[in-house]
């Protein structure tokens, strides 16, 4: 009697044997390689995907506030998956975070001086949560008010766009173009990269020729506030984009560092994610231009500082092959005098 | 002729075995069904010895967080063990390994076997190519395009877009299939001289 090849268990087994070693086989080339890192997410700005439970966590907004003697000032603290009443005490520091005292009465979710004056320049604020979490704010104070360069319109006429090729590899190339409208709101500045050969990264500097600053004639700076308005123009998530204030010294390009803020990739609606406030000289790094020598200082605030140039600069990451576009509006920068 | 019994599927081996240790009667069919799973063991055990050594080559010389399925071992890592060999010996060790866990689940036929190994070997090399900057871009937007950014297609698109072409990957690749094919002939030889003999005696 012929025996039946499809009820015969080893053929079955063989057959589940060959399946499981190909999935196996699929499963590591493509796990050997690639990386955890650099994920294109479709996680949203400011969440953490990666962390699931997620964690409980609080922060003050905004982390940085650079205050004119007599304004007022207020602090917000910002809670995340933390579920229940919510507790908070406001303390601050003068010496630099090294000790904090408790404010009386401070108990609120915001704590506002009415009226800042030179003793709060330097002062630390911060806010425990529920007895655990805490989360810090940082004020500098000036009696001067803040000399403003700021740019909404974007003519083609007052910036200088300069692609940063890496040694050994061509530069991105790149589009700009003042679209009239859909801005935050009106006119704003469109860009248009594409990843060069052998790179992964486009980078392009921005160095408006309008904001200037002469620190030999105008005044040491004592801190720099920087506010943009963002948009990543594109919906494929396997781009991504930042920007940061560009600074120009003794044929130097400097970006303000991301400091403790979380890294931020524009969104697809305008933000100001890429904002930053109370910029000092060690707050910038150098990025272009001739290493800086023992001795220097770079940049350097100094009324001794050599004439400087504002601007911003874009890097885009992606594909190869892919335009990537974004834009920006209302660039503004204030730099603060004591 | 052996070589026309052999290709009996092992399950009747297996039963001949059953019935011939229960009556303490080995036939020659039982014997070559024992040869058969003694083919597939060895095919086994040499892969997965193989496999381990490519492992060990990710866990003592490479960055853990350069492969997603690799975990960070700090015991181990960064050990250099491997040296210049490490570069290509995971690529070599995947379809010498895979070829012979396939050989090992198939019938014992010789022809499947060597289908097996040149099947891992273009798998292999078509994933490495796939790497290369002339193909990433469009195997990354057509595979987004067709099927999205999701927990599925995630890593498949990091490995696209992170690795890096290297023809050494390619030979090793090419190399690890023919070592597979040389070990699958030595042991059918070693197996059929030694039942042979058997038979002689």
């Not at chain 1, 600074?247 to 524009?266: K, P």
């Amino acid at each position: 009697m012929p025996r039946n090849r499809f009820i015969d268990p080893t053929l079955w087994l063989r057959g589940l044997a060959l399946v499981g070693i190909a999935a196996l086989g699929l499963v590591t080339i493509v796990g050997s390689g690639g990386g955890s890192l650099g994920l294109p997410s479709d996680c949203p700005p400011g969440m953490d995907c990666s962390a699931p439970p997620p964690t409980p966590a609080a922060n003050v907004q905004p982390p940085y506030i650079t205050a004119l003697v007599g304004t007022p000032v207020s602090y917000s603290a910002e809670t995340s998956n933390v579920s229940g009443a919510i507790t908070y005490q406001w303390s601050r520091s003068t010496d630099g975070g090294a000790t904090y005292a408790d404010i009386p009465g401070a108990t609120g979710k915001t704590y506002s001086l009415a009226s800042v004056n030179l003793a709060d320049d330097g002062a630390m604020f911060k806010v425990v949560v529920n007895g655990g979490l805490s989360a810090l704010s940082h004020l500098a104070v000036s009696a001067i008010p803040g000399l403003v360069f700021e740019d909404g319109d974007f003519q083609a006429t007052d910036w200088l766009v300069t692609p940063f090729a890496i040694p050994g590899a061509s530069a991105p190339v790149h589009s700009e173009e003042r679209v009239a409208t859909g801005g935050n709101p009106g006119a704003f500045r469109r860009m248009v990269f594409e990843i060069a050969p052998q790179t992964i990264a486009a980078r392009v500097f921005y160095t408006s020729l309008v904001a200037k600053y002469d620190p030999q004639t105008q005044g040491a700076i004592y801190v720099i506030d920087y506010a943009e308005d963002g948009i990543s123009l594109q919906e494929n998530r396997l781009t991504s984009t930042q920007s940061a204030m560009l600074l120009e010294q003794s044929g130097r390009r400097y970006i303000a560092n991301i400091r403790d803020s979380a890294v931020g990739y524009l969104p697809t609606q305008w933000s100001a994610i890429e904002s930053r406030s109370s910029l000092l000289a060690q707050d910038f790094n150098l990025v272009d231009g001739p290493a800086c020598q023992p001795g220097e200082t770079c940049p350097d605030f100094s009324a001794q500082g050599a004439p400087m140039r504002f601007g911003y600069w874009r890097i885009s990451s992606g594909v190869q092959g892919v335009p990537i576009a974004h834009g920006i509006d209302n660039w503004k920068v204030t730099v603060w005098r004591r | 002729m052996d070589g026309l019994v052999v290709p009996h599927i092992a399950s009747r081996s297996m039963r001949n075995a059953a019935v011939a240790s229960r009556t303490g009667h080995f036939n020659r069919t039982s014997v070559i069904g024992h040869e058969a799973w003694k083919r597939a063991g060895l095919f086994a055990a040499t892969g997965c010895l193989a496999l381990s050594i490519g492992i060990l080559v990710y866990l003592m010389d490479r960055d853990a967080s350069q492969a997603a399925l690799v975990p960070l071992i700090t015991a181990l890592a960064g050990r250099n063990a491997f040296g210049v060999l490490g570069h290509w010996l995971p690529s070599f060790v995947h379809p010498f390994a895979f070829s012979l866990f396939t050989a090992a689940a198939l019938s014992p036929g010789a022809a499947p076997r060597y289908v097996a190994c040149a099947a891992w070997c273009a798998v292999n090399v078509g994933f490495e190519l796939a790497q290369h900057t002339a193909f990433k871009s469009q195997w990354v937007l057509v595979l987004s395009a067709g099927a999205g950014d999701s927990v599925m297609t995630r890593p498949v698109l990091n490995y696209l877009l992170h690795g890096t072409f290297d023809f050494g990957d390619v030979l090793a690749a090419i190399l690890g299939a023919l070592a597979a094919v040389v070990l699958m002939q030595f042991v059918d030889h070693r197996l059929e001289t030694h039942h042979a003999s058997q038979q002689v005696h």
